[in-house]
């Protein structure tokens, strides 16, 4: 069976991460800094054990990992949205964050179907 890849999680998590490193850059508030340096910490991670594991045709994503992505992608959206100047650009890399985690959910999903049957 060959796999047809739609999206690149790699090539998303590679743009989180740059999209990571401008939040930064647009906050002065010290608590939303340091919950973006762990969400780049997390994905910088990642992309490193998905570099090293290049060559597994269906890797799982760490299921831990993504959870505490999505659990900081929460708290930033909730206490500190407005936090970013501008406001669209926090807006943009919360969706991204969704459609990332969505996507990865759905494929470990998938791998885990392939696998029962």
Request: hydrophobic share 45%.
């Amino acid at each position: 069976m060959q796999v047809i890849k739609l999206h690149d999680e790699a090539a998303l998590l590679g743009t989180l991460k740059f999209e990571t490193v401008s939040l930064i850059h647009s906050t002065i508030i010290v608590d939303a800094i340091k919950k973006l340096i762990e969400v780049y910490d997390i994905i910088d991670l990642n992309i490193e054990i998905e570099k090293r594991f290049k060559n597994i045709e269906n890797p799982f994503w760490d299921a831990a990992a993504l959870n505490e992505l999505n659990k900081l992608r929460r708290e930033l959206f909730l206490y500190h949205r407005t936090d970013f100047k501008p406001l669209k650009m926090f807006e943009q890399y919360n969706r991204s964050i969704v459609s990332f985690l969505n996507l990865v959910k759905l494929k470990n999903e998938n791998l885990m179907n392939m696998l029962i049957c």
